[in-house]
């Protein structure tokens, strides 16, 4: 899975010669290609929370409403419901709105649990937390590729051919056929709607899914998930 091989398999498809080389590549055709699949790419970032591209982020809380440096550089969306004080065994609740953060602000109610809004490249809190709180959220990287043997994605595009990209080769290839002849003014539609269609194959069994008991059972499988209130709590 690299940059090579899906601007080669690419190439195929539309009918033009394979190339040996991409990144210096002279041919227009080529260097189009590698654009557009830089563009697939940072797309597909968007489109889906694709586990791959899935970061645990954990930090010490200060007994400040900013918690500056805790976004870390590569980070492009927080997951929701992943924020948790583990120190309090409690769920941070957010994003707030701006508006609801506003309110707060007001000074007119106060939140019985912790809350976070976004701002700034920072992440704020209300009420302000306990100095030493151990936090941990997960977020999704804007990171999608990488050089050919890191086991993490560290680049938003391709620098060299054997550069690896962390989602479906052939969805990347899909995303460069049918973007390479909307561009060429080519009739793109059935391979748009190809590339959707495994786009929404491959994100509906990303990660598994969680089967969700909509009946009451005596088998021991629908025990496996039990409602518990959030805090410190003790069975004696």
């Given amino acids: 899975m690299s940059l090579l091989t899906i601007v080669q398999d690419a190439c195929v498809r539309v009918g033009l010669a394979r190339p ?7 041919a227009d055709h080529v260097k189009a290609m590698i654009t557009l699949s830089n563009q697939d790419g940072r797309a597909l970032v968007r489109r889906h929370d694709w586990q791959r591209l899935i970061i645990e982020q954990t930090f010490t809380a200060t007994a ?10 590569d980070f492009d969306r927080i997951i929701p419901g992943t924020f948790f004080n583990r120190s309090q065994d409690r769920r941070v609740a957010g ?3 701006p508006q609801r953060w506003q309110s707060l ?6 939140l019985p ?3 976070f809004r ?18 941990a959220f997960e977020y999704v990287t804007k990171y999608w590729c990488a050089s050919v043997g890191d086991t993490d994605p560290d680049q938003t595009s391709w620098v060299v051919d054997t550069d690896e990209a962390f989602l479906d080769e052939e969805l990347m290839t899909l995303g460069v056929v049918w ?3 909307k561009a060429r003014g080519l009739d793109y539609g059935e391979d748009m709607q190809e590339y959707e269609h495994r786009l929404a194959s491959l994100a509906g069994t990303d990660g598994g899914q969680a089967t969700i008991d909509l009946g009451v059972s005596d088998d021991a499988s629908s025990l496996t998930d039990p409602y518990l209130t959030d805090g410190n709590w003790s069975i004696s």
């Fill in 113 to 115: 649990y912790d809350s």
């Fill in 118 to 135: 976004i701002r700034g490249n920072d992440i704020i809190m209300s009420p302000t937390p306990t100095a030493g709180d151990s936090m």
């Fill in 64 to 73: 400040t409403t900013t918690q500056s440096g805790v976004l870390p550089s």
């Fill in 95 to 97: 994003p707030l709105s």
């Fill in 20 to 26: 040996g080389t991409v990144i210096g590549s002279t």
């Fill in 105 to 110: 602000q007001t000074g007119l109610i106060t």
């Fill in 179 to 181: 973007r390479f002849k």
